[in-house]
């Protein structure tokens, strides 16, 4: 089972999170939430509507591109909106799912995405958050995905809180975490992945071990659906 | 009616040093790279840049030395180039401030801007360490006591937006996303459009709903075929990724950035006229 | 994708008595005739109605009984045929309350309510009377130290929406003026959009620009041809001012007005289908 | 001169008013500031911006509606506004003029669209005053027109104070007003209009006299251009 690309199975995990009928919300430099949207929506969750950055509502891409604020996103839409209106979506509650991500995630699935080091004075200043401040308190459930799992991206303490708020779940190369009156638990390890080096790749006290879940590896519909949805791999860009 | 075609030289020199100058586009998309490029030429000092996420434009006006803050909730170049290195630089050596914004919270100063309010309130934000770092208040709402906070307005002195179509008087159409450009057009002082091609305004007539800039608020056009270079301008052209390659392995180091400026903009080799 | 296409009877049957009730369109233009005639036939009592400008649709639902409240900045029939008369009685009787607004209020009050904010700031108002009589409040800027009024969010339970062209997953076509549409579509709970035609879906991705109304706000799509009537839906037809009269010259009367419904819209005669 | 026609008067009046390059708006029920700003564009303002409650942006009208919303006032427009965008305008000074009205008048150039008598319980319920209360402090310049000159418009008192601000002249179809320091005073009366029938028709006082002077009759090329810009006599609509 070890020979599963991280990538595929984070996105088929991100995938599985997604219900049919929720609106859905993705920011610039996500591709696996993009992948993963349009992976939901070919397997089990028609209904999804998929929306993105560039304004499209439910697209139907000819291909995937790198950049996801990228034009080849408006393919097929119907009705175009702008960021502030989906700003505003999520302002008044409507928005079900927004996925974001963080340099650095604490224990309560709090992010930084501003510096490292004191802030006045970073010693790595960095992109910030784009619209998590406004996204993670408001949209009803928020997803975060992290394509890096190691102590310095889950630690005890931010540097930065750059956004807190409805984070339900997180997805790593290594497994899930679930968030529970306010503190991230492991919900289940990716197949392979050993309850030992899942907690000694994460800077917080995580309870882990023998009877932790295992996550379900990709299924044959699902590889086949993942295949079809991005061939050229797209997901596999945010690994380098 | 007005006439308001002029040449990229003369619109961009009526920017005066130390000016807020709010950028259209989005990361690597739609940017107006013919105007950041000319910037950069005449060497403006002091500027404030407004965007809610940039990247080459950010990047390129920190190295260059015409950047003093950056107000915009991203500044990176996404998956296939990574971060901002110039902007990193300038940042931690202190040389550029990092005005940090929820992309909303541009949003919500520019909508303050645009409906001449001082204020505009933004939901979120709670949590977060922004608030406090960047002085964004809270305000009891006299209706219900729920607490919100609110954004100062953000006005900027100009605008510089590249569209695919304008006509003289300054109605341009954008195809495709609009991201910020409306919003930055209404809360502008002044509004520079440039255009992959000037048409007749009577060719909008059929559909006006296309055109995404009144040219009421518009105060330059200028024709600038690839306009958008280095950045993708839909249908015509992708982001430039072999240039925009090139530019993240020099952002990262002062004297490399400082010769590739040199080389591919002031001297204009390998910068589209 | 979701068929969200149902009948007008039904549509409305889920309106529930003493709802808050956004109606499309401005004074004589594409106002949503045929659902306003189906509330009527359905008699919902007490519903509060919001609009920047009416005419024919507040003051039939004034005359109806349908209507306990009137949020709006102008109620009236323009030039052609003067005031409100039903409208009018109702207020000065008492029966109906009239939530005077400017138009520019009935705008930021469907703002906050768009952007999860309790509140809108909104220029102006100051020296007139109806902050006082409304109870809008002025807050001081807490960056500027300048006032502002604020208008509370006011949140439609639902909108209805005529438009020309709408799909079965509820994207809508508006060809010409959007009025406040689209703001009612984005603040109200739930979205009702009758449309002169339903086309497929697919005959909009060419240019998604021209679609006003997003079909994921949407809960139900009624085809209703003719369906702006008596208002005016271009470019398929001006509103009726032959029947608009006859509405005038009655409203001016209880009896007159009654009978008139009974003739013209409970009983269906003189109303198209 | 008397048999120079009041509509005629008043839009020529209210046109001279309008300059090359301002920004210039009307709301619904307004026939005479549709014909003055079109007027205007045609005759000294070629460069002035008209706007409507139609979201048209300088539009050229096969022919002139009665009523002011109606879609014939958007042919030939280049872009597409919004009432919203247009009261944004006003909001952060940048709509040099708007036309408003009053059914009450006072002696401030402050008017009443609201309600006669209590307004709690009107003895006249009236349509409100749309756009006014935010227009009138926010416009560079307020012109207000009426047709009806008549101490039962031009009051002493307003039983309601629907809008007050930057009120510069107002257009009647005996004369016009200048505001000064806050109060109205005469400017000039319409050829063939007595100081005493001033006088009597308005309900503050007013200094006008022998002295004051007469509004310039139209010439020929205003008619000419009048009767172009509004073969139908759609201004002459607003005299019921």
Redesign the interface.
Known sequence: MVDIAPWDMMAVAMARLLHSGETVFH???S?LPMVAALLAKRLHAPDLVYLN???ATDPTPEYLP??????AL?HGTRS?V???DL?DL???GRLDVAFLSGVQIDGAG?INL?AIGP?G??????????????????ARRVILWRTKHDRRTFVEQLD??????NVDRVVTPLGLFVRRDGRLEVESLHPGVSPEAFREATGFPVAVGPETPVTPPPNEEEMAALRSVDPDGVAR??FG | ??DKRTTLAQAIAAIPHGARVALGG????RGPGAAVHEIVRQEKRGLEIVK??GAYDVDLLCAAGCAAAIS?????F???FG??QA??RA??S?AVE?R??????V?AGL????????????????????PA?RGF?A?R????E?E?F?V?AMVPDVAILHVQEA?P?G?GRII?????D??MA?AARRVILTAERIVE??S??A??????????LVDAVVEAPGGAWPF?C??LSD?DAAYLTAWVAVARDADAANAFIAARILAGAGVPA
Chains 1, 4 share one sequence.
């Open positions: 920011g610039v430099a591709p950055i560039t304004g790198i950049s996801t604020v990228d034009p408006l175009l702008t960021l502030a700003f999520s302002g008044r709090r501003s802030y004075r970073p010693s790595v200043r960095l992109p910030g958050g784009a619209g998590s401040a406004m996204l993670m308190p408001t930065f809180v750059t956004a807190a708020g860009s945010e | 009616m007005i989005n990361t690597l998309h809610t996420a915009a909730g991203f500044v990176g996404e998956t296939p971060m901002a902007y990193r940042v931690e202190g990092a940090e914004h929820a992309c909303a919270t949003i909508r303050a801007a645009i409906q001449g309010v001082p204020f505009m309130p933004v939901a979120g934000l709670t949590g977060s360490d922004l770092a208040i305000l709402d006299p209706y219900s729920a919100v609110v100062p006509d008087q109605n495709g996303t609009r991201f910020e409306v919003l209404q305004g009577t909008f007539e559909a006006p709903e296309m055109v995404a800039i009144p040219g009421f993708s839909t249908p982001y």
